[in-house]
C-alpha cells in the first residue's frame, strides 16, 4: 500500500499536514477496541441502513460493515483524496460499501434515510458539532440512532514519564477546535433533541507494542505547520518534541496511559 498523501482537515482552524497515510491508519487500528466495544451495546435487527460520516479512509465504515453484518453501509468524507483511498481499500477487503465526498453540514440524503448514523473524531475538529449532530439526525429515520465517539484530551502520559507527553495535551488542546469535547457529547446529543442517551468511555493503555505511541510521533511530526504557523512552537522546540517522543516509541519498556475516549448514542 503507498502512503502518500497530503490531509486538509476542512475546520479553517488549523491543518494537519499528512506527510503518509501511516497515521490515519494506526488512528484507525489503535481506536478500533474501544470503537468495538462501545458498537457491542448496539443490536439491531439486519438488513438496515448505516451511514459513517467523516469516514477518513474507511477504517469505521469497514468496522461497521463486520459490527452490522449485512447492513447497507454508506461512508461520507468531505476529502475527495481519502474516499478514493477508502474505496481502494475497501475494494481489497471485499466488503460491499458505498463510498461519496460530502460535507458532514450538508449530506445529500433524504431526512430519514438510515437507521445508525455515526462519526468517530470529527465533532472535536468542528466549528459547530451541534450543526453537524442536527444534520445526522435529519438523515436519520425516527427511532434510528445517531452515535458519536469523541476524545477528552484531559491527560497523556507514558512510564517512565517523558515532558513529551504533556507537551501533546498542551498542543493538541492548543489546536484542535474543541479537545475536551468528549465530556460534551451528553449536552450537545440533548441539545440537538435525542433521546435514551447511553454512553461508553474508554481509555487506550499501551504496553507490548508501539503503534499508539508511534501514532502520537507522526502526528507531531504532522502538526509541524501549524504550530509555527500559530506561533505555538518554534522550530527547534518542535523538532526536539519529536525526537523526544520517537525516543519513547523506541523504548521497549516505556507503556503509553492515553486519554479518555467517550461514545455517545442517542435515539431520534
Ligand atoms: C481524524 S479523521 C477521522 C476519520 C475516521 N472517522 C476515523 O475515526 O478513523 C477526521 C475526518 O473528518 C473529515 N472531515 C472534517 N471536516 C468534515 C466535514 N465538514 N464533513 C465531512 N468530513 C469532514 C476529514 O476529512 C477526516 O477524514
Redesign the pocket.
Given at each position: 500500500m503507498v502512503w502518500n498523501n497530503k490531509?486538509h482537515?476542512?475546520?479553517g482552524q488549523y491543518t494537519i499536514d499528512e506527510k503518509n497515510h501511516e497515521r490515519?491508519y494506526l488512528?484507525?487500528k489503535n481506536?478500533q477496541p474501544l470503537t468495538q466495544r462501545a458498537l457491542q451495546h448496539i443490536k439491531l435487527p439486519q438488513n438496515i441502513k448505516v451511514l459513517?460520516?467523516?469516514?477518513?479512509m474507511g477504517?469505521?465504515t469497514r468496522l461497521l460493515a463486520k459490527h452490522f453484518n449485512g447492513a447497507d453501509i454508506t461512508g461520507?468524507?468531505?476529502?475527495g483524496v481519502?474516499v478514493q483511498t477508502a474505496k481502494t481499500i475497501t475494494a481489497q477487503s471485499g466488503d460491499n460499501i458505498n463510498f461519496i465526498t460530502?460535507?458532514?453540514?450538508q449530506l445529500p440524503f433524504e431526512d430519514n434515510t438510515f437507521d445508525v448514523v455515526f462519526?468517530?473524531?470529527?465533532l472535536m475538529?468542528?466549528p459547530s458539532p451541534l450543526t453537524i449532530l442536527l444534520e445526522m439526525k435529519r438523515v436519520c429515520k425516527p427511532g434510528g440512532i445517531v452515535f458519536a465517539q469523541e476524545p477528552d484530551i484531559n491527560s497523556s502520559g507514558s512510564h517512565p514519564h517523558s515532558w513529551a507527553y504533556d507537551k501533546v495535551k498542551e498542543y493538541f488542546n492548543a489546536l484542535f477546535i474543541d479537545g475536551l469535547i468528549g465530556r460534551k457529547l451528553p449536552a450537545y446529543f440533548k441539545q440537538a433533541g435525542l433521546h435514551n442517551l447511553q454512553y461508553h468511555a474508554d481509555i487506550a493503555f499501551e504496553v507490548h507494542t508501539n503503534d499508539l505511541r508511534r501514532m502520537y510521533t507522526l502526528t507531531a511530526e504532522a502538526l509541524e505547520g501549524a504550530l509555527l504557523a500559530k506561533k505555538l512552537s518554534t522550530k527547534e522546540e518542535h523538532t526536539a518534541w519529536v525526537n523526544e517522543l520517537r525516543r519513547v516509541e523506541n523504548d521497549a519498556d516505556a507503556v503509553h496511559l492515553t486519554h479518555p475516549v467517550i461514545a455517545v448514542w442517542g435515539t431520534k
Open positions: 490531509l482537515i476542512m475546520s490515519q488512528l484507525a481506536l459513517d460520516v467523516a469516514c477518513g477504517e469505521t461520507a468524507d468531505i476529502d481519502l460530502a460535507d458532514a453540514t462519526s468517530r473524531y470529527l475538529h468542528v
